[in-house]
Nanobody, 113 residues
Framework: VQLQAFGGGLVQAGGSLRLSCAAS????????MNWYRRAPGKERELVAT???????HVEDSWKGRFTISREVARNELYLQMNNLKPEDTAVYYC????????WGKGTLVTVSS
């Protein structure tokens, strides 16, 4: 399984970005697909999850600002990030779980104040 996150970049506080994750297999195949992030000097943390049947969950820290979704026909996972804050600066990773976890290379998001 190959995963590749893209769509990161530099954005001003209050702006929006949509991250994408291209998967080598159908996104509907995996038990879970997740977005994680690692902010500078911090541990990796779970941001949002989508299940095989399409149920979604966003962790409380980002609820109301971030949305996870997928396009099964495109084998893509998305993270829509709105009202970005400087503390959202991090490398964002997509992750897929079947019998084991699979990780893609991350994409850097930098939010300037």
């Amino acid at each position: 399984v190959q995963l590749q996150a893209f769509g990161g970049g530099l954005v001003q506080a209050g702006g929006s970005l949509r991250l994408s994750c291209a998967a080598s297999e159908s996104t509907a195949r995996f038990t879970f697909m997740n977005w994680y992030r690692r902010a500078p000097g911090k541990e990796r943390e779970l941001v949002a999850t989508i299940t095989r049947i399409g149920s979604t969950h966003v962790e409380d820290s980002w609820k109301g600002r971030f949305t996870i979704s997928r396009e099964v026909a495109r084998n893509e996972l998305y993270l829509q990030m709105n009202n970005l804050k400087p503390e959202d600066t991090a490398v964002y990773y997509c992750n897929a779980v079947l019998k084991e976890p699979y990780w893609g290379k991350g994409t850097l998001v930098t939010v300037s104040s």
